[in-house]
């Protein structure tokens, strides 16, 4: 009986130990994520070391970012950034769609909740969204299990939205239409939570990165703006300054 306890004890110990270990290294990776999302300069590139290392975390077979543009009157989604292991060769464009609680990423943007679906294809009749399978059918595809989370930054504001498809249950896992269900599981609550914390480390580099694009611009104009000026009271200069401001904005 107290070996048997002992044995028991031991085990729980064990589990335990694992199971920090385990905690431990995810948050290391969440450091690490961090660190290289803040020296990525360029938008595309941000995007989609996002995705990347979203889906490395929780075996995703696919993923997607779509940015959320309010510079019109009504607010879109613009969709930027897809990954999908098993179509590799699979093209994606950049195309702008109507933020409504009918598409996955749209309900997310609007409601703030996040969706963690064990099989896209099986939704209740009493939701408003739907999935859209134009993309499984173009390349011969199956959607099963989707998590779709809001990207907020410091103040709560959601200017993003991530998505990721297909939990694998093992990494090197090709998935088609015949086979997804069986090689893939849903989301556990662990791993939402952990997304949840890499989504909002991305949402405040996504708006570094915008402010940075945002001054640069202002920066330019500012430059253009004076050679103007140089040359309106010296037209010697004209075409030399013109260069000069060249150098200046690009330097």
Do not use: W
Request: hydrophobic share 40%.
């Amino acid at each position: 009986m107290i070996i048997s306890q002992y044995q028991s004890k031991n085990t729980e110990i064990q589990g335990s130990a694992e199971e920090f270990t385990q905690q431990a290294g995810i948050v290391e990776e969440l450091l690490a994520i961090g660190t290289a999302l803040s020296s990525r300069q360029y938008l595309g590139d941000l995007l989609n070391l996002i995705v990347t290392k979203s889906r490395e975390i929780t075996c995703s077979d696919a993923g997607s970012v779509y940015l959320i543009d309010h510079s019109d009157a009504i607010p879109k989604l613009l969709f930027k950034v897809a990954q999908n292991d098993s179509r590799p060769n699979a093209s994606f464009r950049e195309f702008a769609m109507p933020m409504t609680p009918n598409s996955l990423a749209g309900y997310v943007a609007l409601t703030g909740e996040s969706l963690n679906l064990p099989d896209a294809y099986d939704l209740p009749q009493s939701v408003s969204y739907q999935i859209d399978r134009r993309f499984d059918s173009d390349f011969d595809y199956r959607t099963c299990s989707v998590l779709v989370l809001p990207m907020q930054n410091q103040h709560g504001e959601i200017i993003a939205i991530l998505q990721l498809i297909n939990r694998k249950i093992k990494p090197d896992a090709v998935l088609t239409p015949e086979t997804a269900l069986e090689l893939t599981q849903p989301y556990s609550e662990l791993e939402e939570h952990i997304v949840r914390s890499l989504a909002s480390q991305a949402a405040i580099s996504i708006e570094r990165n915008h402010l940075q694009q945002s001054i640069e611009n202002l920066f330019d104009n500012f430059i253009k703006a004076s050679v103007q000026i140089i040359e309106a009271r010296d037209p010697v200069t004209f075409g030399h300054s013109e260069r000069v401001a060249e150098l200046t904005a690009h330097k």
